[in-house]
């Protein structure tokens, strides 16, 4: 079985442990064990900032750039290893893997060339200079300066590939050095990748660690100038929330977690909309089996169009063919692991208790995989009554799974919408630019993105739970109140603000 090493101090380490077994979720094979027993972490961390930091910073933005350009060149160069990785241990068909492969692709190289563009400086100047005295002769410049400490990265299951490198780009162009730390049930991608870089030798000594498998302390050797990025659930975070190094030391953290987002037709329940709101909340429901914080949890319909949307999304999850994503014609793969698969059939239990059930895959046959595979059919719930449900606005069910939900009037939607108490994001569907723009508006506080669907932009919006690099990525409240992505702004994490006061010499001579 082949053993995921350890990458720190620019050496390959194995664990010392017996280290946790990754599985193929459909076919039950044991693939590889990881393991991060032993590892020395304050030597690691200290290599890092010492090494890895410095290295990174002389380059500037354009050389670090051009760094994520040339792995970009290494991904390509390997992808159909990583299909195969993922078909195996993440049980997803190629299209799903894609959104995973090559939206990490997408966002490195998106980063590569804004940052060829970015200043010829050492730091990025934040506004203008302002005056604090009378005839301009002291004054203040805002800059943002590369961060001397290291950043944690922190990943969640579902994401091997994109989540990885949606952190690691705006870190490793800002010059900062990464430890990298998938979740350990499907580790394999991240660490095929990381050996892909590190093997071509892309990166200076000291900018890339990884660690698979969960070490003791992976928080205690961080210092207060460290950083840390998480995704994963709600759960998790506030345990390291609650870690001394964060709490105490002021170790920065960004989370993002989980999140009951919305679709929302509009009153108009334009024929086109409902179209464009079905065909969503299908795809939403059944890529990556329902395993996205993105995904769609909660579909809101006016009322008077919720039996019609309701037998519509029925007749299409009908369609959707679940089983062995190595088998032609499958549109569906399996949850990740059968821990995933307890955890699902747990959240179903409880929503179950609250709403009827409107579309029930689990009655049809599951193709072509052995029937204690991790494969889970959609499941649609429904309620007439959604404010006295409070389970179907807090619990997120992490895989195929959503609940209809009538809307009274638009202040009805909006509230409901709201009652997720912080989502990553709401996709709306309507022909009432109006109501469009009032619901953007409206929802703004709560969500991190809001996406507007018309019949116009039907052919090349970008989806509902697709996260471009371009836009924010996160949410407040239970999304876990943090902020990725939105293009260069994602350098700021990675960076600290100074303002820096002087005379106006002095400040020219700083900004040059
Ligand atoms: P998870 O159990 O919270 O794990 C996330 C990561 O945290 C994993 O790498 C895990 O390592 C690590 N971890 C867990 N406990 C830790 C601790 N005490 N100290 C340090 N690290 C720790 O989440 P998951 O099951 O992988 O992912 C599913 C959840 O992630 C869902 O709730 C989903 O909504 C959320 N998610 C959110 C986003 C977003 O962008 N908002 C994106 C994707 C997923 P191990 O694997 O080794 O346990």
Not at 145 to 174: D, H, M, R, Y
Not at 285 to 298: D, E, M, P, V, Y
């Amino acid at each position: 079985m082949k053993k995921l090493s350890n990458y720190v101090q620019d050496r390959w380490v194995d664990g010392a442990g017996k280290g946790t077994v990754l599985y193929d979720p459909v076919q039950g094979t044991a693939l590889a064990s990881a393991d991060a027993t032993g590892l020395d972490l304050n030597a690691a961390y200290d290599w890092a900032r010492q090494s890895g930091g410095p290295a990174l910073r002389d380059l500037g933005y354009a050389g670090r750039a051009a760094l994520l350009g040339k792995i970009v060149d290494v991904l390509q160069a390997n992808k159909e290893k990583y299909y195969d990785i993922a078909l195996r241990n993440s049980g997803t068909v190629k299209a799903d893997s894609a959104i995973d492969i090559e939206g990490g692709i997408f966002t490195l190289s998106w980063y590569a060339k804004a940052g060829a563009k970015l200043s010829s400086q050492s730091f990025l100047t934040d506004g203008d200079v302002t005056p604090l005295a009378r005839d301009n002769v002291f004054a203040v410049q805002h800059i943002q300066v590369p961060i001397q400490g290291l950043a944690i990265l922190i990943n969640a299951f579902n994401f091997p590939s994109w989540g990885l490198w949606e952190k690691a780009a705006p870190a490793l162009l800002s010059g900062v050095p990464i430890v990298v730390k998938p979740a350990t049930s499907t580790a394999w991608l991240t660490y095929e990748m990381i050996r892909d870089v590190v093997e071509e030798g892309i990166l200076p000594p000291g900018a890339i660690s990884l660690i698979c498998g969960r070490p003791d302390g992976l928080l205690d050797a961080l210092n207060g100038l460290d950083i840390v990025s998480f995704t994963g659930s709600a759960d998790t975070a506030a345990t390291l929330r609650s870690h001394p190094r964060i709490l105490r030391d002021g170790v920065k953290l960004n989370a993002e977690t989980d999140s009951v987002n919305s679709a929302i037709l509009g009153p108009d329940a334009d024929p086109t909309s409902v179209e464009l709101l079905v065909r969503e909340v299908v795809r939403e429901l059944t890529i990556k089996s329902g395993q996205k914080c993105t995904a769609i949890r909660r579909i809101l319909v006016p009322e008077q169009s919720y039996d019609t949307i309701a037998q519509s999304l029925a007749q299409k999850l009908a369609k959707v063919t679940v089983g062995d994503p190595r088998q032609d014609g499958i549109r569906m793969g399996s949850l990740v692991n059968l821990a995933q698969l307890e955890a699902v059939r747990a959240g179903i239990a409880i929503l179950e208790q609250h709403a009827d059930i409107l579309f029930d895959g689990r009655e049809q046959l599951v193709i072509d995989a052995p029937t204690d595979s991790a494969c889970l059919p959609p499941v649609l719930f429904g309620v007439r009554q959604p404010d006295d449900h409070p389970t179907v606005h807090d619990v997120e069910v992490f895989g195929p799974v959503a609940t209809l939900i009538p809307y009274r009037d638009i202040n009805h939607a909006w509230q409901l919408a709201r009652r997720g108490m912080g989502s990553l994001v709401a996709s709306i569907y309507s022909e009432d630019k109006a109501f469009l723009t009032h619901t953007a508006l409206a929802l703004g506080d709560s969500h991190g993105r809001v996406h507007l669907v018309t019949a116009a932009v039907s052919k090349v919006h970008t989806g509902h739970g697709n996260v471009m690099p371009q836009s924010n990525h996160g949410g407040p409240g239970r999304a876990g109140g943090g902020d990725e992505l939105g293009g260069l702004r994602a350098l700021s994490f990675y960076h600290r603000l100074v303002a820096v006061q002087a005379g106006p010499e002095v400040l020219a001579d700083l900004l040059g």
